[in-house]
Nanobody, 125 residues
Framework: QVQLVESGGGSVQSGGSLRLSCATS????????LAWFRQAPGNEREELAT???????ATADSVKARFTISHDYDKNTMFLQMNSLKPEDTAMYYC???????????????????WGQGTQVTVSS
Protein backbone atom coordinates (compact mmCIF):
# COMPACT_ATOMS: atom_id res chain seq x y z
CA GLN A 1 0.00 0.00 0.00
CA VAL A 2 1.27 3.47 -0.87
CA GLN A 3 1.98 5.53 2.22
CA LEU A 4 2.82 9.19 2.72
CA VAL A 5 3.98 10.39 6.12
CA GLU A 6 4.40 14.07 6.98
CA SER A 7 6.71 15.38 9.67
CA GLY A 8 8.42 18.59 10.72
CA GLY A 9 5.44 20.53 11.98
CA GLY A 10 5.32 22.26 15.32
CA SER A 11 4.99 25.62 17.00
CA VAL A 12 6.96 28.62 15.85
CA GLN A 13 6.81 32.37 16.40
CA SER A 14 5.79 34.75 13.67
CA GLY A 15 8.67 35.31 11.28
CA GLY A 16 10.19 31.91 11.93
CA SER A 17 10.75 28.99 9.59
CA LEU A 18 9.84 25.33 9.36
CA ARG A 19 10.76 22.58 6.93
CA LEU A 20 8.11 19.95 6.42
CA SER A 21 8.95 16.50 5.11
CA CYS A 22 6.80 13.94 3.33
CA ALA A 23 8.31 10.47 3.32
CA THR A 24 6.95 8.20 0.61
CA SER A 25 6.80 4.42 0.50
CA UNK A 26 8.11 4.19 -3.04
CA UNK A 27 10.33 6.09 -5.45
CA UNK A 28 9.19 9.63 -6.07
CA UNK A 29 9.54 9.29 -9.84
CA UNK A 30 6.71 6.74 -9.83
CA UNK A 31 4.26 9.53 -9.00
CA UNK A 32 3.25 11.96 -11.71
CA UNK A 33 2.40 14.72 -9.24
CA LEU A 34 3.05 15.45 -5.59
CA ALA A 35 1.65 18.36 -3.65
CA TRP A 36 1.36 20.13 -0.34
CA PHE A 37 -2.01 21.23 1.03
CA ARG A 38 -3.16 22.84 4.24
CA GLN A 39 -6.45 23.14 6.04
CA ALA A 40 -7.31 25.27 9.04
CA PRO A 41 -10.39 24.50 11.16
CA GLY A 42 -13.50 25.82 9.43
CA ASN A 43 -11.63 26.57 6.21
CA GLU A 44 -11.48 24.86 2.85
CA ARG A 45 -8.44 22.81 1.94
CA GLU A 46 -5.88 24.95 0.16
CA GLU A 47 -3.30 23.75 -2.35
CA LEU A 48 0.06 25.33 -1.61
CA ALA A 49 2.53 23.86 -4.08
CA THR A 50 2.99 21.05 -6.59
CA UNK A 51 5.94 19.23 -8.09
CA UNK A 52 6.05 16.65 -10.87
CA UNK A 53 8.20 13.58 -11.34
CA UNK A 54 11.01 15.51 -13.00
CA UNK A 55 11.07 18.38 -10.53
CA UNK A 56 8.94 21.00 -12.26
CA UNK A 57 7.23 22.92 -9.48
CA ALA A 58 4.58 25.57 -8.94
CA THR A 59 3.59 27.50 -5.84
CA ALA A 60 0.32 29.20 -4.99
CA ASP A 61 0.33 32.98 -5.14
CA SER A 62 -0.68 33.20 -1.51
CA VAL A 63 2.62 31.66 -0.34
CA LYS A 64 4.84 32.00 -3.40
CA ALA A 65 7.24 34.48 -1.83
CA ARG A 66 7.74 32.43 1.32
CA PHE A 67 7.30 28.69 0.60
CA THR A 68 9.39 26.39 -1.58
CA ILE A 69 8.61 22.81 -2.63
CA SER A 70 11.33 20.32 -3.47
CA HIS A 71 12.10 16.62 -3.38
CA ASP A 72 15.02 14.28 -2.81
CA TYR A 73 14.98 11.20 -5.04
CA ASP A 74 17.53 9.37 -2.92
CA LYS A 75 15.48 9.82 0.26
CA ASN A 76 12.07 9.28 -1.38
CA THR A 77 11.04 12.47 0.36
CA MET A 78 9.28 15.69 -0.58
CA PHE A 79 9.84 18.92 1.34
CA LEU A 80 8.12 22.21 1.96
CA GLN A 81 10.40 24.97 3.19
CA MET A 82 8.34 27.65 4.91
CA ASN A 83 9.91 30.98 5.77
CA SER A 84 8.57 34.20 7.27
CA LEU A 85 5.69 32.33 8.84
CA LYS A 86 2.59 34.23 9.88
CA PRO A 87 -0.22 33.37 12.31
CA GLU A 88 -2.54 32.86 9.34
CA ASP A 89 -0.30 29.98 8.23
CA THR A 90 -1.53 27.99 11.22
CA ALA A 91 -3.14 24.83 9.84
CA MET A 92 -2.81 21.11 9.37
CA TYR A 93 -0.44 20.48 6.48
CA TYR A 94 -0.83 17.46 4.21
CA CYS A 95 1.16 15.91 1.40
CA UNK A 96 -0.53 14.14 -1.48
CA UNK A 97 0.38 12.19 -4.61
CA UNK A 98 -1.19 10.78 -7.75
CA UNK A 99 -0.25 8.12 -10.30
CA UNK A 100 -2.47 9.72 -12.94
CA UNK A 101 -0.69 11.54 -15.71
CA UNK A 102 -1.18 15.28 -15.98
CA UNK A 103 0.68 17.54 -18.34
CA UNK A 104 0.78 20.19 -15.61
CA UNK A 105 0.53 19.29 -11.94
CA UNK A 106 -0.69 22.79 -11.10
CA UNK A 107 -3.96 22.21 -12.99
CA UNK A 108 -6.93 22.67 -10.70
CA UNK A 109 -8.38 19.42 -12.06
CA UNK A 110 -5.60 17.24 -10.62
CA UNK A 111 -6.98 14.64 -8.23
CA UNK A 112 -4.79 13.08 -5.59
CA UNK A 113 -5.52 9.54 -4.47
CA UNK A 114 -2.75 9.23 -1.88
CA TRP A 115 -2.69 11.38 1.25
CA GLY A 116 -0.64 11.62 4.40
CA GLN A 117 -2.05 11.95 7.89
CA GLY A 118 -1.02 15.58 8.25
CA THR A 119 1.34 17.54 10.47
CA GLN A 120 0.23 20.51 12.55
CA VAL A 121 1.83 23.91 12.11
CA THR A 122 1.07 26.60 14.67
CA VAL A 123 2.42 30.12 14.30
CA SER A 124 2.11 32.52 17.22
CA SER A 125 2.30 36.31 17.16
Amino acid sequence: QVQLVESGGGSVQSGGSLRLSCATSRRIYRYFCLAWFRQAPGNEREELATIDNVGVSATADSVKARFTISHDYDKNTMFLQMNSLKPEDTAMYYCAATDTYYSDCSFSSVEYEYWGQGTQVTVSS
